[in-house]
Every structure is written in C-alpha cells, then in structure tokens.
C-alpha cells in the first residue's frame, strides 16, 4: 500500500549570514550556537516534532559541514524515522533545471521531487534563522478551517520597523488582499514571519509557473506569493503572539541570548512545555567556585572569575580573576586569569589570554556606530594573546 504524510516541512537553511560576519565566515546560519547548549536550527526542528510534522526537508548550500554534522540523522529530534524523518537537500547536478540555489521559491522548486515522493497534501515551508516555540499543528487546522491555498504566519511589529519585513494587508476575517516586501511606506504593522502552509498542489503549480518566468527573482515574498494573491488564490493570515526573533544580525543575537536571562516574558526554556531539543555534548556538570549572577551557564564549565548577565556555552573556562559580563560564549572557550570580556560575542574554541580586555562595558560600547552596534565578535578557533585588547565593536576572524 503507498504511504504519504500528511504535511511535509522544508526548512531553508543555506542562507549565507552575511550581517552574522565572522560568526558565519565557516559555517552555516542555522548551525551557530545560542543560548549556552542549543543552535538556531533546533528551534524550527523541536517545532516540527512538538507538532507532529515527522518529514522534514533541511535545504543546505553555504557551509553546510557543520549543519550536515550536527543534524546527522535526526536522532535527538526523533526525526530518524524509516518512512519519512530528517533529510539533508544540497543541490545537485542533474540533465537539467538543477544549479545553485537562485531564491526561496528555486530551492524549493528544485526539491519537487523530494516532496512529491510523501504525496503531500500540505507543505510548510520555514526559515532556519528564527528563535521561537510554535505549534504548527494549530495553523495547520486554521489553513484546513479556511480552505485556503496558502496560510501565511504573521505578528505585530512596530510600524516603525515594519519596512524591513513583508507586510499583510488584511480584511477584518483575516484574509489576505495585498503582500508587500519591505515596502518604504507600510501600510499594517502585520510582519510576516516567513513561515507558509501551502496546500501542496497550489505549491507545485505556482512554483512551476515561477520557475518559466525569465523575470522572477525566484523568491516567495517577491514573486510567488503576489502572484497567488494577483490570481485569486484564497490566502490567509494566521497571527502568532508569542516570542519569535530573527537572529540575522549580531545585535539581534546578542539580544534573544539575552532575552534568556529572564528580562522577556513568554520565553523560559527551562520548562517542559514544547521542548526544544538538541544534540549537546556530553559534558560533565558546571563547576562553579567564582561568583555567577543573572547567568546561563551550560554543563562541563570550569567557573573560577566573574560572570555577570551572561550565557556560557558547553566546556568554558573561566579563569580566576577572570570576568565576562553582557556577554555570549559560544562553548569550549577558554577566559584566562585576569582577562576581561565586555559586551561581546566570541564563537566555538576560542581562547582569550591572561589580562587581556575584549570589549568595553555596555554603557561605552553601545555609543560606537559601526556594523555591530558596539558588540565586539570573535570568530572561531582564533586566540587573543596575554594582555591583547580588542576594542569595543570589533570583527575578528583571525589571531591577535
């Protein structure tokens, strides 16, 4: 007997992360870690199997070592499934119509096939840069309640800000009249979030009609969904309220790490309401002898300094006399005796000398214009000598 699914989810994570700098320079988006023990793709992962969706599609194309590792077969998502489960989509060469991935839309037409082999009666397509819980099997059953052919998620944002999103303009029943991709004069503060339910066979035929179009862009927010709405498709508005964060830039990053500490309301991962599963380390229990305060702080750390409103990843050292303070460490970092780390971002396997001083303290860094917005980054692998410095708002992708 043929089997099929229900829903299948495609998750797109072969963006390059430009605006992440050197936290991206050698590996994939959706695989940089946050909050102490996770990376960002385990969110849209835990998502997907809270809900009850057990075929996902992962789209790769930058720097996909990392991410390929770190999913492997889907195991701690439960998604290592016989029939179904989690799969790794690069591109591929093939007779035809196959390249590098062109847009959202061209990767997920390029990946028909794969879909098609579930015989799909709906396809959720997601993003592989965004922090939050949801149950997508509640909009699942708004998109089945309406009949429509796409269902979009969306959230208040202020209208200040709504020009760097796509915004819905909505009837008062929730459908949808118009898409605008950042437009410069918003005319809702209704923000897509990037994450559709499409009714698979209005997928196939818009995307196969995208993919002629000499003109498109090859991009959902660009091409695809205008040209549903311009046809007459039933498209809809589902609006989600909890806590959701594009983590695209550093800033954005620094601040959901943050967010953790407490400071936002609707966002504890410390409790047992929709998981949010990982493949950790293995890593023995924190040890803390120093003094910790309004702090993550992740299995197999060694704590002898300060640490201060931070969120220390798997395997860090905090040397005596050692102080890290608004700050984000990524794991197996190594803060050595008397150095000082402000207001920064340091990513995997880094380690920082005696007395050295990376940062400055939040109050003087944030009045730095720059690319980070005052928020020092190191990249991974790299080593600050004893007594380095490394100004407030730096990228470094290299030792010093």
């Known amino acids: 007997m043929l089997r099929k699914k229900e829903c299948v989810a495609m998750l797109l994570a072969g963006g ?20 102490a023990k996770y990376r960002i793709i385990d969110f849209p992962l835990s998502n997907c199997i809270n809900s009850g969706i ?7 194309q930058y720097q996909p070592l990392v991410l390929n590792e770190y999913v492997g077969n889907g195991q701690p998502w439960d998604l290592d499934r016989t029939f179904g489960g989690v799969h790794i989509l690069s591109p591929y060469e093939a007779k035809k119509d196959t390249s590098w991935y062109k847009g959202t839309a061209n990767a997920i037409y390029q990946n028909i096939r794969f879909m098609k082999m579930y015989d799909p009666e709906y396809v959720l397509i997601l993003s592989g840069d965004h922090i939050y819980k949801m149950d997508y099997d509640k909009m699942l059953a708004a998109h089945k309640e309406a009949g429509a052919a796409c269902t979009i998620a969306c959230m208040q944002v202020p209208l200040a ?10 009837n008062p029943d ?7 991709e950042k437009p410069k004069q918003p005319k809702s503060d209704l923000a897509s979030m990037g994450i559709y339910i499409f009714t698979a066979s209005k997928l196939f035929e818009y995307l196969e009609r995208d993919e002629k179009d000499p003109n498109s862009e090859k991009d959902f927010g660009k091409n695809v969904l205008p040209a549903m709405l311009n046809a007459g498709e039933k498209m809809y508005s589902y609006r989600f309220e909890g806590y959701w964060k594009d983590v695209g830039t550093i800033t954005s990053l620094l601040e959901a790490n943050m967010d953790l500490l407490g400071t936002v309301p609707n966002f504890e991962l410390r409790d047992n309401d929709r998981v949010i599963h990982s493949r950790s380390p293995l890593a023995p229990p924190a040890y803390v002898t120093g003094s910790v305060s309004n702090s993550l702080i992740a299995n197999g750390c060694d704590v002898e300094g300060s640490v201060i409103n931070s969120v220390i990843g798997t395997d860090c050292v905090i040397e005596k006399g050692a102080v ?16 000082k780390v402000n207001y920064s971002i340091i990513d995997e396997d880094v380690t920082i000398g005696a007395k050295s001083v990376v940062g400055a303290a939040k109050t003087e860094a944030s009045k730095v214009v720059g690319k980070t917005s005052g928020i020092t980054v190191l990249g991974r692998g790299i080593s600050v000598r004893d007594g380095g410095k490394v100004a407030a708002g730096e990228i470094v992708d290299k030792d010093i």
């Open 16 to 35: 390059q992360g430009s605006r992440l700098y050197a936290l991206t320079s050698n590996i994939a988006k959706p695989a940089v870690s946050f909050g």
């Open 174 to 180: 929730g459908t949808i009249y118009e898409f605008e």
């Open 54 to 60: 057990d075929t996902v599609g992962v789209l790769t």
């Open 324 to 339: 890290v303070e608004d700050s984000v460490l990524m794991g197996n970092i190594v803060v050595k005796a008397g150095a």
């Open 161 to 170: 800000e709504a020009s760097r999103f796509g915004i819905l303009n909505t």
